[in-house]
């Protein structure tokens, strides 16, 4: 785990792309063009972008984070995560959550919230539980799936 | 009720600039500029910004409207609105809301959703109870009130 730099977003982007075009996750813009989704992604202070490192130093995984909101609610923090397709279930995404929750304890946040947790993404919505995140609701049909078609959109919590 | 023109912003600022400052009811930045308030405020096609005048033509009340996400989650609308404090108890969020419903119908969403009612604004919780809403989830302690302290933020939800 570390802080990532500029030069990180060559690796990330492919990965970024495939989960972006895959439509399973993230509701982004599914023709983002390379230059917005560096701008979404790479997010600087007093945010931060973080990189999970594989044994061989390629980048497995990434994660942002930042204040859910301005002003009366900036004392939440939210985040988001993705984890390259090829380094899946070895415990990447678990890396960047506990150090995301960490970060968010050191500056100071009281909570995170996770606003839209596609509920089909059940790897997701476990590593998240097992990270003492609680689903507050769930808006129904708020994701058009690919796969499944309307599913909802789970919005988790975890106070710190 | 109808749409607002670019030279109605001058009779919404100082309005949106009480409510702001007041910060009972939205997490905005505090000491916003007016040029960052009317970018956030006056959101153009393919949302749309409204206005709702007094029976002596003056600018009583303002909505916008918009998709609440990009992409997979575009099919949901979500909307903010203003009323000015001098306006309240006249129906004029009420037509606010109205007509806000009426346009994302028309214009093919399939729902809509608040992403943060604060819990202790009871007025306009209970109007969009009355026009059809509940309550999906409510996020504990996520906005800091000024008089009460952290309190919870609604996500509201209506089907169209």
């Known amino acids: 785990m570390r802080e990532a730099e500029r030069a990180d977003w060559a690796a990330i982007w492919p990965f970024f792309r495939e989960i972006v075009r895959a439509g399973e996750t993230y509701a982004y813009e599914p023709d983002m063009s390379e230059e917005e989704a560096r701008a979404l992604w790479m997010v600087g202070p007093p945010g931060r972008t973080t990189v999970a490192e594989a044994a061989d130093g390629a980048v497995a995984g990434t994660a942002n984070m930042y204040a859910n909101r301005p002003g009366r609610g900036s004392h939440v923090a939210s985040a988001s995560f993705m ?60 994701f058009n799936h690919p796969e499944h078609g309307y599913v909802g959109l789970h919005v988790m919590h975890r106070r710190l």
Chains 1, 2 share one sequence.
Do not use: C, H
Request: hydrophobic residues 50%.
């Open 83 to 142: 984890v390259d397709p090829r380094s899946w279930a070895r415990g990447v995404g678990r890396a960047l959550g506990e150090d995301m929750i960490a970060w968010a304890r050191r500056v100071g946040f009281r909570a995170i919230q996770f606003n839209a947790v596609v509920e089909t993404n059940e790897r997701a919505v476990a590593l998240w539980r097992s990270l003492g995140f609680d689903v507050v609701g769930t808006v129904p049909e708020a």
